[in-house]
């Protein structure tokens, strides 16, 4: 078994190292702009969806339990079975792709949106009230400023998910990294097969990474980033 | 053939007729769901424990444990699918591993934010009462962490939920079996009962850990 | 601790419920019955091997021997190291396909089934396995076009095509590029360059839905598939001869082939029609029949259970 891996290992290098992986239309750098591009869309859509429902919701303190339980309910939607169901209702492309992804993407930022504007203290909401501030105003200049982080927490851990995801586009003719991952398994092309799922795995880590980055950027400073466990990265993929 | 796809009358999105001369077809495809998911989750958390006390007791141990799991967290599930059939063939063990990979993730990450999140009072008084580390362990710190091992457990089961789906397309079974058949006949009925019954199994069972938590628990409730 | 000790009970009570009622749902094994043997039966990821198997299957079953069944595995490259390890014994194989994957593209297949089965056989005696005698069911790649496209270019057989190729989109599956009948024999014996060539699936719903849309203009199915017509496509005649010989055939395991088996698989073959794999592929597309409904009411029709 050590040697198969060894030479699964030689024959992984090589498929990196061969010129026809890195160019055209199946090699990596366009599997991976398809890749990025499903997701792209599918998490700006999303957040420009989730963010002023979750945001709203969050300031005005209702629909509370909706808000929290959407992430629960979101979890417990198989995501293989809503790229299927949007293949057969929509046919073949990326928009179908990028319509599963996003309604797969809005549960988790409506959660974190809504919370984080929960969070924010109710003396702050007062002081603000009494130095005159109308409530939209209010909103965008005090409120938002200090739930950022906890936001885009939420947007991490949907764009993780996605990223994820967009792997099973494949699984209906779709682009992007899954690609490598399925042909891989139709042609028992064990290398195709790995670096797939490294390509993968490398996307998903980026992301998580870039967007941690990003969060703690954008922080005010000041604002500690209380670790609640509002909604934990989930494995749906 | 440009009609809207929702006004589909030849193909509808429920087929009650396929329906009703299917159940012990749908049923069996859930039954072995259940079970691919129930051995999922109950390996995972077994193993939780002792491997989220050696890293809570050895944090040198804590972050190459939590970060081999999460590495291995971020590969695609039909990738190692597909990498495990030549070493575990096409059975329910070649499904099994990489699911209690996920599981032990999320579980053993919560064993140990459980066990950290113990009040250092609590422990100075079990020390105070005389109870050696062993035994103030498992009488103790373990039952105190179970809030957060509820946590885990109920978010370890509904993503398993979701992808025992995908490992249909390597040929093990469940609801999975039912959304690729849909898929492959170009036949909406499977698909859309499979979606169904797979969100129901996932809020029914997070429900019922929910309420399991909440009798077997009652001093955690709130938090 | 009283909160304790009702935690663990309360835990261990909720785990014993769970795992007796998943006990309880799983089916016993009926025991006691004699059998002949213990037979597992494979199949692909498409309806026609469904059926195909069923049909193995139960006329095994009938005869005495307990069936077990590892269908929609998936493509070749699951089903034949399957085989290979004895996770299955059998599986419908078509002889100039199968040929093809052992021999890793080699291109040795013709379009005569019994010399395409011998070759065959050679890579498959490597594996400790066997194919019987192909049957005259045929069913294999074919190339369509929409009746819209047809009509516009007058096409009727693949030759037809070599001058508006280079306008026609082709989408297949994954393994096309590579596979010697399927675009390298387009281009090779027909000189086809198509415009654009799709990687979809091999006579899947992504390729149904892209003739429907447009995207493509000629495309890949089998040529036993019944929802043809309903899709308004039109199979181009492989007037060349360029298609090898698909034909169904048994592929099992040495050590379970028999006399007695491949005397049953044999009998099968020989009654097999390539029109009855189209009539059963349309009552499991088209009616959404079952493949083992449709692969007993055959069997029964044949007169293999009397």
Redesign the interface.
Known sequence: MVTETMSLLEQLWQWFADPANRQGSDGIPTRLGEHVQLSVEAIIIGALIALPIGVVLGHYGRFGNLAINLSNAGRAVPSFAVIVLAFQAFGLGGGPIVFALTLLAIPPMVTNAYVALREVDADVRDAARGMGYRELAQVIRIELPLAVPLIMAGVRTSAVQVVATATLAALVAGGGLGRYIVDGLARNDNPRLVAGALLVAGLALATEFSLSALERLISPRGVRLRRHPVYQPLKIV | ?AGG??LDIVDPWI?WN?LST?IP?VLAAL?QH??LT?IAV?TALVLSIPIGVVAHLWPAVRVPTLGALG?F????????F??L???T???GTTAEIPLIG?NL??LVRNVVVGLESVPPDVLDAADGMGYRRFARLV?IEL?LA?PAMF?GLR?AT??T???V??A????IGG???L???????????P??V??IL??AL??FL?LSLAG?QR?????SRKQ | MNGIRRTVWSAAAVAAIALVAVACGASSSPSGTTSKGTITVGGFNFPESDILAQVYGQTLAHDGYTVNYKLELGARSIVVPALQSGQIDLYPGYAASELEYLNHGKGEATADPAETTSKLNTYLSAIGAEALTPSAAFDGNAYAVTKATADQYNLKTLSDLTGVADKLVFGAGPECKTYKFCLPGLTSVYGLHFKNTLVLDTDGPATRAAFKNGTIQVGLVFSTDADLQQLGLVVLQDDKHMIAADNVVPVIRTKAATNDVTGILNKISAGLSTNDLFTMNGEVSLQHMDADAVAKSYLQAHNYFS
């Open positions: 053939m796809v929702f087929n396929w299917h077809t039954q259940v079970m129930a109950a590495v967290y971020t590969i695609p599930s039909i990738a190692l597909a990498l059939i030549p070493y063939g096409l059975t996920y993730l999320v009488r039952p179970l946590a978010i509904v993503s939920i979701g992808i789906t995908i249909a397309v390597i040929g609801l999975g079996q959304i690729l058949k849909g898929l492959i006949e170009n036949f909406h009925t698909l859309v499979a979606t797979s969100i996932a809020l997070d399991t009798i077997a628990l009652p001093w």
